[in-house]
């Protein structure tokens, strides 16, 4: 992955991230975070990884940053200071979730030896 490529990633997350804590009320029991965003060669896309909590709000949170997504994007090219700003789309977080897994199985085992 190129540098450039890594700092759009890095600028985007950390854009959204106050995007989203400081101007998009959410219902108050719902946390978002941004762990990742992966963007495309041409800077066409970014996929916004989103860890929620808790999980089984997941899929209503995702659904509620569909429906402002237009907002958010438009949020997001005034902030940002590059052409073309990519599209966003946003993912549900797995791999935090199955780390998460892991762990407790680890625990478990240590805990039973």
Request: proline share 3%.
């Amino acid at each position: 992955m190129s540098k450039r490529i890594q700092r759009v990633n890095q600028l985007i997350k950390r854009e959204l991230s106050q995007i989203l804590l400081r101007e998009i009320d959410l219902e108050r029991e719902i946390l978002i975070t941004v762990t990742r965003v992966e963007t495309s060669v041409d800077l066409s896309q970014s996929k916004v990884f989103l860890s929620i909590m808790p999980e089984n709000q997941a899929a209503k949170a995702i659904q509620i940053l569909n429906q402002l997504i237009y907002k958010l994007q438009q949020k997001l090219n005034k902030r940002l200071k590059m052409r073309p700003v990519p599209q966003i789309k946003f993912l549900e977080e797995k791999k935090t979730r199955e780390a998460g897994q892991i762990e407790e199985i680890l625990e478990e085992i240590k805990e039973k030896s």
